[in-house]
């Protein structure tokens, strides 16, 4: 899944105490902060100089959650970032919270950063969730499981071959795998030395673009176990962009001058591939760049298209020859999918102290037909733990 922003992170030392149950409840995209300005501009100050911020504070000054990933089992992990408003220096705060299945929270954490700080960002997974890296090599990987508790992860710089189940945590260069199963994370045995990017999907199949140095058309190699499994040419005039595989069918984002302008899709694990140009996507609209385009799998096969802070569409069916645009609550600034749910953000592009209209995480689980917000319901006690110099 993408991943989804605002600003934030660094030391971890895990204090969960108590929290709010959140709750998936019918909200109007009208929905908008009714607090005094003033009042949040001086709270929010208080929050991101604070050495030692509390997690409630945190998420009540970001507003918005910057992402959202999710586990096996439903559980929900929510980043918040709160950045310094006057500047692109000085302190800013960040938190997580975990939320169970059923709405409780179960563990929480904040911690005082600086708005430099390379944003969190998690990737659910079987049992939990995993840090991505947040520069290159693997330098700051590590695991929660479901209750909060900080596992570590064994970092190896011997390639593995890709398996069903391994997540792809940071593309190249350098890319990097992670293997639930044994927690382990490490390059994926196989990649191309010309690939500039790379999705795995969860047969363990390795969707590779490679771009030579030479004049030969861009290509989408396909591998698994370490063993190749064949490859097609990127059409010409188009350079190759994104990628996105799941369940036999995978995409690659067709650019042209300075915009996205089709898909390369197959839905038969890469036997056979077809440009799609057309479908009820007005690529020409498409203003902000390849590097704002969404592009996500659903489990069923579909495919949804998008820009960050734009417009969005999502495959009628599995074929994805012909899409219709989706209705949302509120102008999302940032898109993701896990399984057939549809998770969208609102908030701004760049830290305020004030909340946009409709600001929070919306959520659908028919498609967006229908979006319910994600907001805190009350209080409650959560479970707490202290993390020991030897788990750190």
Wanted: proline fraction near 7%; aromatic fraction near 6%; charge should be negative.
């Amino acid at each position: 899944m993408a991943w989804l922003r605002k600003r934030g992170r660094r030391t971890f030392g895990l204090v969960a105490a108590a929290s709010a149950a959140l709750a998936l409840t019918a909200c109007s995209p009208d929905a908008s902060d009714d607090g005094d300005s003033g009042d949040r501009e001086a709270k929010y100050k208080r929050v991101i100089e604070d050495p030692h911020p509390r997690p409630a504070d945190v998420i009540e000054a970001a507003g918005a959650p910057a992402g959202v990933v999710r586990s096996d089992d439903g559980s929900l992990l929510l980043t918040y970032d709160a950045g310094n408003v006057e500047d692109d220096e000085g302190p800013a705060a960040f938190a997580w919270r975990i939320v169970d299945p059923d709405g409780r929270t179960v563990a929480e954490h904040a911690e005082h950063t600086d708005a430099e700080a390379a944003p969190a960002k998690f990737k659910g997974v079987r049992g939990g969730f995993v840090r991505v890296p947040p520069g290159e090599g693997a330098e700051g990987v590590y695991a929660l499981d479901t209750r909060g508790k900080r596992h570590k992860v064994t970092v190896t710089q011997t390639p593995l071959p890709t398996r069903p189940g391994d997540i792809l945590l940071a593309e190249v260069e350098p890319a990097l795998i992670y293997r639930p199963a044994t927690r382990t994370a490490a390059p994926p045995a196989g990649v191309p030395d010309d690939a500039i990017s790379l999705a795995v999907d969860e047969r363990g199949t390795a969707w590779s673009l490679t771009q030579p140095l030479t004049e030969d058309p861009d290509r989408v190699v396909r591998q698994r176990d370490g063993r190749p499994l064949g490859s097609t040419v990127v059409p010409k005039p188009y350079a190759g962009g994104i990628l996105a595989a799941q369940g036999g069918t995978a995409a690659l984002s067709l650019i042209r001058g300075e915009g996205v302008r089709g898909l390369l899709v197959t839905t038969d694990g890469g036997g056979h591939w077809r440009t799609a140009l057309g479908g009820g996507i007005p690529w020409k609209d498409l203003k902000r760049g390849p590097e704002s385009l969404v592009l996500e799998l659903l489990a069923d096969g579909r495919l949804l298209v998008g820009e960050e802070g734009g417009r969005y569409w999502l495959a009628d069916d599995r074929t994805n020859s012909a899409f219709h645009e989706l209705k949302t609550p509120a102008r999302f600034t940032s898109f993701t999918v896990d399984g057939t749910t549809l998770y969208g953000i609102a908030d701004t592009t760049t830290a305020t102290y004030d909340l946009v209209k409709g600001e929070g995480l919306w959520i659908s689980r028919d498609g967006g037909h229908k979006w319910r917000r994600y907001e805190q319901r009350g209080q409650r006690p959560a479970v707490g733990w202290v993390l020991t110099e030897s788990e750190k």
